[in-house]
């Protein structure tokens, strides 16, 4: 009976561990299921916030580069408009050199008659109608002359024989339509920006489609399709597949999709452009995207027939990479790895949300004072040092409803609702020289200096654009960075003035000089012994068709960074020679004229060959024409600079070193160059002035030098009689500056000092 009972407990103990076990087990399969479930949703859910972040920035980049490429076409339509030169006999040799000068393959005008002048790279400029090109093109023509900018499809361009896009804009005189411009440019522009980098560029790739998948261009990552021309068939998609995601692309705009290839799963998205039916193709290898979750999946199958406790502690520690892994994706796209600060990317994210709320706000750009002579005097590491220790300061200065983050190398752009100027500029003050201060007490054997651009955006201002204002910060920087010091520059009206000023001289600059746009002026130079007229020195202006100038220094620092400099040199160099001839001609006897040599210019391999050609070419002997080039060439190769000027000296020319003591003038340097006249800067005149008495002992000794040394001397900046009388008695040769004249056209220096100094014949 005992033995009975016995048994019948183990029993009831048997189905009791039996009942646990395949409870436990139940558990453990149910447990393993949910947690691949919420391991899978948590994983797609990070990567495909990741492809659709990555897809935005693709798009915005594809509309940077059509707006460029429009801004391009605008720009020459509307000299197109406001010029006639359509009527000009060269009119296709123009286009040809627009064409050129761009990266458009093809550019064509068409009136409003349907006649054609199309200019192809590399081939000659045809003239037809538009009934004899492609249809994708003629389309895009017919549009634009009805005053519609459009761009085409894209399709194989018969005259380049490569896939093409075709913009269209209309070109207007007096606010109505003449004519429509268009200009072909190849795929592969759209191309280079799906092969640039991105987040997870090494685990997937981004392909531009149409509605229909067709490639319309591939990013070259490509190594799943091979050569297939549409992507709704396998490996990507079955027949019931690709019918759900075109319909979801006709609905939303979007169509999110996954498969499998070679035993690995693949996630991709489609999302469209907005251009015609264009769309982006994103693909991305989830296992290479999310290493750590599929290690932790496979530990949680192979633990299969693990305990309960040990199930939901792996369930539990599994979680937590989760949400680890999405913190790391996040961090990857969203912050910046050197600093952890936001890139740029989540900085326009936020600033776009935070801005349609805030209505009024600032954005500013900090940028380090010769940062690369950082990297390279310490060395990259503290290079990288110094951008997380601003990162820290900034970050400890935040304030709230503040974002920053950094874009690239070292520049920092901060976000704040702050708007007013005074408050703004004390605030962005502080963080720069709290910056400064504490790097200096750090590391005490360099100084970090910055600048700052700022650009306040008012509330009826709303109109603007993220990039427009990022423009407007990046220009104040750019300000600013001339004072080279703690200095911040906002952006304003008159700063985007300048900004127009200059995109009109870089555009107009060549049609200006081949229309003699550019007049010669001329300020005499008048020996102080005699009081006399001696010589001029020749100044340029530019008048405008409409009879408006614009003045040096307008244009004159653009064209010396832009390497325009070098013609309007030898275009000035002309201009005198011509006028000199012009006078000789007439009878009247010639006076010497300076004219001023840019520092490109000067090291030209055939400079001397090109102002032989001129002199020779107007019969001017040598001797009237004086070059002036600035102290700051002399103290690079003084041997190289003597060279180039023994070999002017020899065809006659006469070298004078102008603006002597505006930079580090040396008396040495002085006693090395050989040089025919020196002329003095105004700031010694202005420093007298101020009671330096100093410097007039310093002009002194200048002057006594130069002519022990055969040099004439000529001193700049003569505005009152005090200055004159001052030169006079230091036994100076020349004066010049408004005392005597101001700077006039070559007809009134004609009729106030040479008219009657003709030639007795």
């Known amino acids: 009976m005992h033995r009975e009972m016995s048994e019948e407990r183990i029993e009831k103990q048997l189905k009791k561990i039996v009942r646990f076990v395949v409870g436990a087990g139940i558990l453990l399969v149910i447990g393993g299921f949910l947690f691949a479930v919420i391991l899978s949703r948590m994983t797609n859910h990070a990567?495909?916030?990741?492809?659709?972040?990555?897809?935005?920035?693709?798009?915005?980049?594809?509309?940077?580069?059509?707006?460029?490429?429009?801004?391009?076409?605008?720009?020459?339509?509307?000299?197109?408009?406001?010029?006639?030169?359509?009527?000009?006999?060269?009119?296709?040799?123009?286009?040809?050199?627009?064409?050129?000068?761009?990266?458009?393959?093809?550019?064509?005008?068409?009136?409003?008659?349907?006649?054609?002048?199309?200019a192809v790279m590399e081939q000659e400029t045809t003239q037809n109608h538009i009934s004899e090109i492609q249809e994708e093109a003629r389309e895009v023509l017919l549009e634009a002359v009805q005053g519609k900018r459009q761009i085409s499809r894209v399709f194989r361009g018969e005259l380049s024989d490569e896939e093409v896009v075709v913009y269209g804009t209309p070109v207007y005189q007096e606010d109505e339509v003449v004519g429509a411009l268009a200009g072909s440019s190849r795929?592969?522009?759209?191309?280079?920006?799906?092969?640039?980098?991105?987040?997870?560029?090494?685990?997937?790739?981004?392909?531009?489609?149409?509605?229909?998948?067709?490639?319309?261009?591939?990013?070259?990552?490509?190594?799943?399709?091979?050569?297939?021309?549409?992507?709704?068939?396998?490996?990507?998609?079955?027949?019931?597949?690709?019918?759900?995601?075109?319909?979801?692309?006709?609905?939303?705009?979007?169509?999110?999709?996954?498969?499998?290839?070679?035993?690995?799963?693949?996630?991709?998205?489609?999302?469209?452009?907005?251009?015609?039916?264009?769309?982006?193709?994103?693909?991305?290898?989830?296992?290479?995207?999310?290493?750590?979750?599929?290690?932790?999946?496979r530990a949680a199958s192979l633990a299969g027939g693990a305990v309960l406790l040990l199930m939901l502690g792996l369930l539990s520690y599994g979680c937590r990479l989760v949400w680890k892994n999405g913190r790391r994706l996040q961090q990857i796209a969203y912050h910046d790895?050197?600093?952890?600060?936001?890139?740029?990317?989540?900085?326009?994210?936020?600033?776009?949300?935070?801005?349609?709320?805030?209505?009024?706000?600032?954005?500013?750009?900090?940028?380090?004072?010769?940062?690369?002579f950082i990297n390279e005097i310490y060395g990259r590491e503290q290079g990288d040092r110094v951008l997380r220790f601003i990162k820290k300061q900034i970050e400890?200065?935040?304030?709230?409803?503040?974002?920053?983050?950094?874009?690239?190398?070292?520049?920092?752009?901060?976000?704040?609702?702050?708007?007013?100027?005074?408050?703004?500029g004390r605030r962005l003050k502080k963080l720069m020289d709290d910056i400064s201060r504490i790097a200096a007490g750090e590391r005490g054997d360099y100084q970090l200096l910055m600048c700052c651009g700022a650009a306040v955006v008012e509330e009826d201002e709303e109109s603007l654009?993220?990039?427009?204002?990022?423009?407007?910060?990046?220009?104040?920087?750019?300000?600013?960075?001339?004072?080279?010091?703690?200095?911040?520059?906002?952006?304003?009206?008159?700063?985007?003035?300048?900004?127009?000023?200059?995109?009109?001289?870089?555009?107009?600059?060549?049609?200006?000089?081949?229309?003699?746009?550019?007049?010669?002026?001329?300020?005499?130079?008048?020996?102080?012994?005699?009081?006399?007229?001696?010589?001029?020195?020749?100044?340029?202006?530019?008048?405008?068709?409409?009879?408006?100038?614009?003045?040096?220094?307008?244009?004159?620092?653009?064209?010396?960074?832009?390497?325009?400099?070098?013609?309007?040199?030898?275009?000035?160099?002309?201009?005198?020679?011509?006028?000199?001839?012009a006078w000789m001609d007439e009878g009247i006897r010639p006076i010497p004229i300076s004219v001023n040599q840019s520092k490109r210019a000067f090291y030209e391999k055939d400079y001397l060959e090109r102002l032989t050609e001129i002199t020779e070419k107007y019969q001017i002997p040598a001797s009237l024409i004086t070059l002036e080039i600035l102290e700051g060439y002399t103290?690079?190769?003084?041997?190289?600079?003597?060279?180039?000027?023994?070999?002017l000296q020899k065809q006659g020319f006469r070298v004078s070193l102008d603006d002597f003591g505006s930079e580090y003038s040396s008396l040495n340097t002085l006693g090395q160059i050989r040089i025919n006249e020196l002329k003095l800067d105004r700031w010694f005149l202005k420093d007298v002035a101020e009671g330096k008495k100093n410097v007039r002992v310093i002009m002194e000794q200048i002057i006594q030098l130069a002519?022990?040394?055969?040099?004439?001397?000529?001193?700049?900046?003569?505005?009152?009689?005090?200055?004159?009388?001052?030169?006079?008695?230091?036994?100076?040769?020349?004066?010049?500056?408004y005392y005597y004249r101001r700077p006039i056209s070559a007809g009134d220096f004609f009729d106030s000092y040479l008219k009657n100094e003709r030639i007795l014949m």
């Not at 900085?347 to 690369?372: C, E, G, P, T």
């Open 465 to 581: 654009t993220l990039d427009q204002t990022l423009t407007h910060v990046m220009l104040a920087l750019t300000r600013a960075k001339d004072i080279h010091q703690n200095n911040i520059w906002f952006f304003d009206k008159e700063l985007h003035r300048r900004e127009i000023m200059e995109n009109y001289v870089e555009a107009h600059m060549n049609q200006a000089l081949k229309d003699r746009e550019f007049c010669l002026y001329l300020q005499p130079k008048v020996s102080l012994d005699s009081r006399k007229v001696a010589g001029a020195e020749a100044l340029v202006r530019w008048i405008k068709p409409d009879g408006g100038m614009i003045y040096p220094d307008q244009f004159i620092p653009l064209f010396e960074s832009n390497g325009f400099c070098v013609q309007l040199d030898m275009y000035m160099v002309d201009s005198v020679c011509r006028q000199l001839r």
């Open 396 to 424: 400890k200065s935040r304030e709230d409803g503040e974002l920053f983050c950094r874009e690239t190398a070292d520049i920092f752009y901060l976000y704040t609702p702050m708007t007013d100027r005074d408050e703004l």
């Open 47 to 118: 990567l495909t916030e990741q492809m659709h972040a990555e897809t935005e920035e693709y798009s915005r980049r594809l509309y940077d580069q059509i707006a460029s490429d429009y801004q391009i076409m605008d720009t020459f339509a509307s000299i197109i408009g406001n010029s006639g030169i359509t009527e000009r006999e060269d009119f296709p040799e123009l286009l040809d050199q627009a064409n050129y000068e761009n990266d458009f393959i093809t550019m064509a005008y068409m009136d409003t008659s349907g006649n054609l002048v199309a």
């Open 707 to 737: 002519h022990k040394l055969h040099i004439s001397t000529v001193v700049e900046g003569v505005e009152t009689l005090e200055d004159h009388e001052m030169i006079k008695d230091l036994r100076c040769d020349y004066g010049q500056g």
């Open 187 to 297: 795929i592969d522009i759209f191309r280079e920006i799906l092969e640039s980098d991105m987040v997870l560029s090494s685990y997937g790739y981004v392909d531009l489609i149409d509605m229909e998948g067709n490639y319309l261009a591939r990013s070259g990552k490509d190594g799943i399709s091979g050569d297939q021309t549409n992507v709704f068939i396998a490996p990507y998609f079955d027949a019931e597949m690709s019918e759900k995601a075109k319909e979801d692309l006709r609905e939303s705009g979007c169509a999110e999709f996954s498969f499998r290839y070679n035993g690995k799963k693949y996630m991709g998205l489609i999302e469209t452009v907005g251009i015609h039916d264009w769309c982006l193709f994103s693909v991305i290898n989830t296992r290479m995207g999310s290493r750590e979750i599929y290690m932790v999946d």
């Open 337 to 372: 790895p050197l600093t952890g600060a936001y890139n740029m990317i989540r900085f326009r994210q936020l600033v776009d949300q935070r801005a349609k709320k805030d209505k009024r706000y600032s954005i500013a750009a900090l940028n380090v004072h010769q940062f690369k």
């Open 635 to 647: 103290f690079e190769n003084v041997d190289e600079v003597n060279r180039k000027i023994e070999e």
